[in-house]
Protein backbone atom coordinates (compact mmCIF):
# COMPACT_ATOMS: atom_id res chain seq x y z
CA UNK A 1 0.00 0.00 0.00
CA UNK A 2 1.47 3.61 -0.91
CA UNK A 3 0.24 6.68 1.45
CA UNK A 4 0.03 9.78 -0.02
CA UNK A 5 -0.01 13.18 2.12
CA UNK A 6 -1.31 16.13 0.43
CA UNK A 7 -0.79 19.66 2.16
CA UNK A 8 -1.87 22.82 1.47
CA UNK A 9 0.19 25.86 1.70
CA UNK A 10 -0.63 29.43 1.43
CA UNK A 11 2.39 31.53 3.20
CA UNK A 12 3.76 28.98 5.62
CA UNK A 13 7.31 29.40 5.02
CA UNK A 14 8.26 29.15 9.23
CA UNK A 15 6.00 25.98 9.51
CA UNK A 16 7.12 23.85 6.22
CA UNK A 17 10.70 22.67 7.22
CA UNK A 18 9.48 21.70 10.85
CA UNK A 19 6.60 20.27 9.47
CA UNK A 20 8.59 18.26 6.86
CA UNK A 21 10.61 16.92 9.44
CA UNK A 22 7.97 15.65 11.89
CA UNK A 23 6.60 14.20 9.41
CA UNK A 24 9.30 12.18 7.84
CA UNK A 25 9.98 11.08 11.65
CA UNK A 26 6.38 9.41 11.89
CA UNK A 27 6.53 7.79 7.73
CA UNK A 28 9.69 6.50 8.46
CA UNK A 29 7.89 4.45 11.30
CA UNK A 30 5.30 3.49 9.13
CA UNK A 31 5.57 0.28 6.74
CA UNK A 32 4.27 1.93 4.04
CA UNK A 33 5.88 3.35 0.79
CA UNK A 34 4.89 7.18 0.86
CA UNK A 35 4.95 10.26 -1.23
CA UNK A 36 4.03 14.03 0.09
CA UNK A 37 2.41 16.44 -2.47
CA UNK A 38 2.63 19.67 -1.42
CA UNK A 39 0.19 22.44 -2.99
CA UNK A 40 1.74 26.01 -2.96
CA UNK A 41 -1.30 28.10 -3.34
CA UNK A 42 -0.08 31.09 -4.67
CA UNK A 43 2.37 31.76 -1.59
CA UNK A 44 3.76 35.55 -1.77
CA UNK A 45 6.47 34.71 0.88
CA UNK A 46 9.25 32.14 0.55
CA UNK A 47 7.28 28.88 0.95
CA UNK A 48 7.87 28.17 -2.71
CA UNK A 49 11.71 28.91 -2.56
CA UNK A 50 12.12 26.17 0.50
CA UNK A 51 9.39 23.32 -1.22
CA UNK A 52 11.42 23.24 -4.19
CA UNK A 53 14.55 23.11 -1.89
CA UNK A 54 12.96 19.94 0.07
CA UNK A 55 11.97 18.20 -3.27
CA UNK A 56 15.64 18.41 -4.58
CA UNK A 57 16.39 16.65 -1.71
CA UNK A 58 13.45 14.15 -1.20
CA UNK A 59 12.11 12.66 -4.71
CA UNK A 60 8.87 11.63 -2.38
CA UNK A 61 8.28 15.17 -2.52
CA UNK A 62 6.16 16.40 -5.06
CA UNK A 63 5.48 20.13 -5.44
CA UNK A 64 2.51 21.28 -7.29
CA UNK A 65 2.61 25.36 -7.79
CA UNK A 66 0.02 27.80 -8.05
CA UNK A 67 0.06 30.88 -10.37
CA UNK A 68 -2.12 32.47 -8.01
CA UNK A 69 -4.03 31.95 -5.09
CA UNK A 70 -7.17 29.99 -5.80
CA UNK A 71 -7.76 28.93 -1.91
CA UNK A 72 -7.76 25.86 0.55
CA UNK A 73 -10.18 23.55 -1.63
CA UNK A 74 -8.66 23.92 -4.76
CA UNK A 75 -5.41 23.38 -3.32
CA UNK A 76 -6.67 19.69 -1.60
CA UNK A 77 -8.43 19.16 -5.37
CA UNK A 78 -4.82 19.94 -7.42
CA UNK A 79 -3.56 17.23 -4.19
CA UNK A 80 -6.21 14.71 -4.77
CA UNK A 81 -5.00 14.73 -8.61
CA UNK A 82 -1.40 14.54 -8.31
CA UNK A 83 -1.28 11.74 -5.43
CA UNK A 84 -0.63 8.59 -6.79
CA UNK A 85 -1.13 6.85 -2.87
CA UNK A 86 -3.46 4.18 -2.55
CA UNK A 87 -4.40 6.18 0.41
CA UNK A 88 -4.77 9.91 0.75
CA UNK A 89 -4.07 11.67 3.71
CA UNK A 90 -4.77 15.48 4.10
CA UNK A 91 -2.91 17.31 6.32
CA UNK A 92 -2.85 21.43 7.30
CA UNK A 93 0.55 22.89 6.28
CA UNK A 94 0.42 25.07 9.75
CA UNK A 95 1.48 22.19 12.08
CA UNK A 96 -2.11 22.22 13.99
CA UNK A 97 -2.78 18.99 12.81
CA UNK A 98 -0.44 16.17 14.09
CA UNK A 99 1.17 13.46 12.03
CA UNK A 100 1.56 11.00 14.73
CA UNK A 101 -2.03 10.83 14.43
CA UNK A 102 -1.14 9.34 10.91
CA UNK A 103 -0.98 5.48 12.01
CA UNK A 104 -4.16 5.67 14.28
CA UNK A 105 -6.34 6.65 10.87
CA UNK A 106 -4.66 3.61 8.91
CA UNK A 107 -5.76 1.14 11.56
CA UNK A 108 -9.04 2.75 11.14
CA UNK A 109 -8.79 2.52 7.37
CA UNK A 110 -7.18 -1.09 7.69
CA UNK A 111 -10.71 -2.05 9.54
CA UNK A 112 -12.46 -1.41 5.85
CA UNK A 113 -13.76 2.46 5.89
CA UNK A 114 -13.41 4.90 3.00
CA UNK A 115 -13.31 7.89 4.72
CA UNK A 116 -11.96 8.80 8.19
CA UNK A 117 -12.07 11.88 9.79
CA UNK A 118 -10.38 13.63 12.54
CA UNK A 119 -12.44 15.11 15.18
CA UNK A 120 -10.51 18.11 17.03
CA UNK A 121 -11.86 17.40 20.34
CA UNK A 122 -9.43 19.83 22.18
CA UNK A 123 -9.51 22.31 19.55
CA UNK A 124 -6.58 24.96 20.20
CA UNK A 125 -8.49 28.08 18.50
CA UNK A 126 -9.56 31.49 19.92
CA UNK A 127 -13.07 30.46 21.19
CA UNK A 128 -14.98 33.63 19.71
CA UNK A 129 -14.21 34.14 16.48
CA UNK A 130 -13.30 30.04 16.02
CA UNK A 131 -14.76 27.73 18.00
CA UNK A 132 -18.32 28.93 18.20
CA UNK A 133 -19.13 29.59 15.07
CA UNK A 134 -16.91 25.90 13.95
CA UNK A 135 -19.33 24.42 17.18
CA UNK A 136 -22.82 25.76 15.11
CA UNK A 137 -21.86 24.93 12.13
CA UNK A 138 -21.05 21.48 12.86
CA UNK A 139 -24.74 20.94 14.18
CA UNK A 140 -26.19 22.20 11.33
CA UNK A 141 -24.17 20.81 8.35
CA UNK A 142 -24.92 16.83 10.49
CA UNK A 143 -28.59 17.55 10.69
CA UNK A 144 -28.59 18.90 6.89
CA UNK A 145 -26.81 16.26 5.28
CA UNK A 146 -26.99 13.82 7.49
CA UNK A 147 -23.42 12.40 8.06
CA UNK A 148 -23.15 13.04 11.72
CA UNK A 149 -19.73 13.92 12.25
CA UNK A 150 -18.43 15.98 15.73
CA UNK A 151 -15.90 18.22 13.49
CA UNK A 152 -16.22 18.75 9.79
CA UNK A 153 -13.42 21.45 9.94
CA UNK A 154 -9.99 19.42 10.38
CA UNK A 155 -8.19 19.12 7.96
CA UNK A 156 -6.50 15.46 9.00
CA UNK A 157 -8.38 12.84 7.45
CA UNK A 158 -7.41 9.93 4.98
CA UNK A 159 -9.12 9.21 2.02
CA UNK A 160 -9.18 5.69 -0.20
CA UNK A 161 -8.48 6.91 -3.43
CA UNK A 162 -11.70 6.18 -5.26
CA UNK A 163 -13.42 8.06 -3.00
CA UNK A 164 -10.74 11.54 -3.89
CA UNK A 165 -11.27 10.36 -7.49
CA UNK A 166 -14.54 10.26 -7.31
CA UNK A 167 -15.88 14.07 -6.11
CA UNK A 168 -15.42 17.16 -7.95
CA UNK A 169 -14.78 20.26 -5.41
CA UNK A 170 -15.72 23.79 -5.64
CA UNK A 171 -16.12 26.76 -3.57
CA UNK A 172 -15.23 26.40 -0.05
CA UNK A 173 -16.27 22.47 -0.01
CA UNK A 174 -13.52 20.51 1.43
CA UNK A 175 -15.15 20.56 4.73
CA UNK A 176 -18.02 18.85 2.55
CA UNK A 177 -16.01 15.90 1.49
CA UNK A 178 -17.60 13.51 4.08
CA UNK A 179 -20.63 14.31 3.42
CA UNK A 180 -19.82 14.13 -0.59
CA UNK A 181 -18.44 11.23 0.13
CA UNK A 182 -21.40 9.67 1.76
CA UNK A 183 -23.71 11.01 -1.20
CA UNK A 184 -21.59 7.90 -3.02
CA UNK A 185 -21.91 5.67 -0.39
CA UNK A 186 -18.60 5.08 1.36
CA UNK A 187 -18.20 3.99 4.46
CA UNK A 188 -17.06 7.20 6.96
CA UNK A 189 -15.14 6.97 10.69
CA UNK A 190 -14.55 9.85 12.64
CA UNK A 191 -11.55 9.26 15.34
CA UNK A 192 -10.26 11.96 17.83
CA UNK A 193 -7.52 13.62 16.44
CA UNK A 194 -5.07 15.78 18.30
CA UNK A 195 -4.66 19.40 17.61
CA UNK A 196 -2.49 22.10 18.45
CA UNK A 197 -2.26 26.23 18.39
CA UNK A 198 -0.49 27.28 15.93
CA UNK A 199 2.73 27.93 16.75
CA UNK A 200 3.89 30.64 13.61
CA UNK A 201 2.56 32.49 10.73
CA UNK A 202 -1.04 33.66 11.47
CA UNK A 203 -4.49 32.21 10.15
CA UNK A 204 -5.70 32.95 6.51
CA UNK A 205 -9.50 32.68 8.05
CA UNK A 206 -11.53 35.28 9.11
CA UNK A 207 -15.08 35.20 10.46
CA UNK A 208 -16.84 35.35 6.81
CA UNK A 209 -15.76 31.99 6.62
CA UNK A 210 -18.93 30.98 8.69
CA UNK A 211 -21.20 32.57 6.31
CA UNK A 212 -19.20 31.25 2.95
CA UNK A 213 -19.81 27.08 4.14
CA UNK A 214 -23.56 27.73 5.11
CA UNK A 215 -23.87 28.86 1.54
CA UNK A 216 -21.72 25.67 0.28
CA UNK A 217 -23.86 23.89 2.47
CA UNK A 218 -26.82 24.89 0.70
CA UNK A 219 -25.13 23.60 -2.81
CA UNK A 220 -24.36 20.68 -0.98
CA UNK A 221 -27.54 19.68 0.38
CA UNK A 222 -28.79 20.47 -3.31
CA UNK A 223 -26.93 18.57 -4.78
CA UNK A 224 -26.95 15.65 -2.91
CA UNK A 225 -30.86 15.27 -2.24
CA UNK A 226 -31.89 16.61 -5.80
CA UNK A 227 -28.74 16.89 -8.15
CA UNK A 228 -30.73 13.92 -10.58
CA UNK A 229 -33.96 15.49 -10.29
CA UNK A 230 -34.21 19.47 -9.48
CA UNK A 231 -37.32 19.28 -10.99
CA UNK A 232 -38.87 17.09 -7.49
CA UNK A 233 -37.54 20.70 -5.88
CA UNK A 234 -38.54 23.45 -8.09
CA UNK A 235 -41.91 21.79 -9.05
CA UNK A 236 -42.99 20.95 -5.53
CA UNK A 237 -42.36 24.80 -4.77
CA UNK A 238 -44.27 25.48 -7.80
CA UNK A 239 -47.21 23.66 -7.44
CA UNK A 240 -47.40 24.70 -3.85
CA UNK A 241 -47.15 28.38 -4.87
CA UNK A 242 -49.03 28.20 -7.79
CA UNK A 243 -52.18 26.34 -6.21
CA UNK A 244 -52.20 28.29 -3.45
CA UNK A 245 -52.27 31.55 -5.87
CA UNK A 246 -55.17 29.56 -7.92
CA UNK A 247 -57.28 28.73 -4.95
CA UNK A 248 -56.68 32.69 -3.76
CA UNK A 249 -58.01 33.82 -7.25
CA UNK A 250 -60.47 30.95 -7.25
CA UNK A 251 -62.07 32.13 -4.37
CA UNK A 252 -62.18 35.93 -5.35
CA UNK A 253 -63.43 35.10 -8.85
CA UNK A 254 -66.36 33.16 -6.97
CA UNK A 255 -67.22 35.88 -4.52
CA UNK A 256 -66.88 38.21 -7.21
CA UNK A 257 -69.52 36.62 -9.56
CA UNK A 258 -72.10 35.28 -7.29
CA UNK A 259 -71.54 37.27 -4.47
CA UNK A 260 -71.04 40.83 -5.82
CA UNK A 261 -68.39 41.37 -3.78
CA UNK A 262 -65.32 43.63 -5.58
CA UNK A 263 -62.34 42.43 -6.41
CA UNK A 264 -60.23 45.35 -7.57
CA UNK A 265 -59.29 46.74 -5.00
CA UNK A 266 -58.19 43.62 -2.30
CA UNK A 267 -54.78 42.92 -1.68
CA UNK A 268 -55.90 39.86 -1.65
CA UNK A 269 -55.73 39.99 -5.94
CA UNK A 270 -52.01 40.49 -6.03
CA UNK A 271 -51.05 38.28 -3.98
CA UNK A 272 -52.62 35.25 -5.90
CA UNK A 273 -51.04 36.79 -9.20
CA UNK A 274 -47.63 36.87 -7.71
CA UNK A 275 -48.24 33.34 -6.38
CA UNK A 276 -49.30 32.01 -9.60
CA UNK A 277 -46.24 33.78 -11.72
CA UNK A 278 -43.88 32.34 -8.85
CA UNK A 279 -45.35 29.06 -9.47
CA UNK A 280 -44.74 29.24 -12.90
CA UNK A 281 -41.25 30.26 -12.59
CA UNK A 282 -40.38 27.56 -10.21
CA UNK A 283 -41.71 25.28 -12.54
CA UNK A 284 -39.77 26.11 -15.58
CA UNK A 285 -36.30 26.70 -13.21
CA UNK A 286 -37.02 22.86 -12.78
CA UNK A 287 -37.68 22.38 -16.07
CA UNK A 288 -34.51 24.07 -16.97
CA UNK A 289 -32.79 22.11 -14.02
CA UNK A 290 -33.61 18.83 -15.45
CA UNK A 291 -31.77 19.94 -19.04
CA UNK A 292 -28.94 20.90 -17.42
CA UNK A 293 -28.70 17.43 -15.44
CA UNK A 294 -29.20 15.86 -18.94
CA UNK A 295 -26.58 18.07 -19.96
CA UNK A 296 -24.12 17.18 -17.07
CA UNK A 297 -24.18 13.54 -16.81
CA UNK A 298 -24.67 12.86 -20.65
CA UNK A 299 -21.91 15.32 -22.02
CA UNK A 300 -19.26 13.11 -19.61
CA UNK A 301 -21.01 9.86 -19.54
CA UNK A 302 -21.44 9.98 -15.93
CA UNK A 303 -24.13 8.04 -14.55
CA UNK A 304 -26.43 8.69 -12.15
CA UNK A 305 -25.55 5.98 -9.78
CA UNK A 306 -21.94 4.96 -8.26
CA UNK A 307 -21.06 1.50 -8.29
CA UNK A 308 -19.29 -0.18 -5.43
CA UNK A 309 -18.23 -3.72 -7.38
CA UNK A 310 -19.76 -6.11 -10.05
CA UNK A 311 -19.59 -9.89 -9.68
CA UNK A 312 -19.27 -12.26 -12.05
CA UNK A 313 -18.63 -10.10 -15.14
CA UNK A 314 -16.22 -7.06 -15.96
CA UNK A 315 -17.48 -4.53 -18.48
CA UNK A 316 -20.81 -2.91 -19.32
CA UNK A 317 -22.52 -4.65 -22.21
N1 LIG B 1 -4.45 27.52 2.93
C1 LIG B 1 -4.32 27.47 1.55
N2 LIG B 1 -4.89 28.44 0.79
C2 LIG B 1 -5.63 29.47 1.33
C3 LIG B 1 -5.78 29.49 2.74
C4 LIG B 1 -5.19 28.51 3.51
O1 LIG B 1 -3.68 26.57 1.02
O2 LIG B 1 -6.12 30.32 0.59
C5 LIG B 1 -3.81 26.49 3.76
C6 LIG B 1 -2.94 27.02 4.87
O3 LIG B 1 -1.63 27.25 4.42
C7 LIG B 1 -3.00 25.90 5.89
C8 LIG B 1 -4.39 25.35 5.71
O4 LIG B 1 -4.84 25.78 4.42
O5 LIG B 1 -2.08 24.88 5.57
C9 LIG B 1 -5.35 25.81 6.78
O6 LIG B 1 -5.33 27.20 6.89
P1 LIG B 1 -5.38 27.96 8.30
O7 LIG B 1 -4.45 27.29 9.26
O8 LIG B 1 -5.17 29.39 8.05
O9 LIG B 1 -6.89 27.70 8.73
P2 LIG B 1 -7.42 27.51 10.22
O10 LIG B 1 -6.58 26.43 10.85
O11 LIG B 1 -7.22 28.83 10.87
O12 LIG B 1 -8.85 27.12 10.05
MG1 LIG C 1 -4.65 26.33 11.05
New binding site residues.
Given amino acids: MKLSIV??????EENIYPLYEELKGVLKTLEHDHEIVFVD?GSKDGSLALLEKIQQQDDKVVVVSFRR?F??TA?MSAGFRYATGDVIATL???M?NDPHDLPIFLAKMAEGYDLVSGWRHKRQ?PFLNRRLPSMIANKIISTVTGVHLHDY?C?LKTFRREITQGINLYGEMHRFIPAIASGVGSRIAEVQANHRP?LRGT???GISRTLRVVLDLMTVKFLLSYGTRPIHVFGMLGMASGGLGFALALIMTIQRTFFGMPMANRPLLLLAVLLLFMGMQFISMGLLGELQVRTYHESQGKPIYVVRKVLGRREEA
Fill in positions: IPIYNEDNGQADGDQDGTRSKY
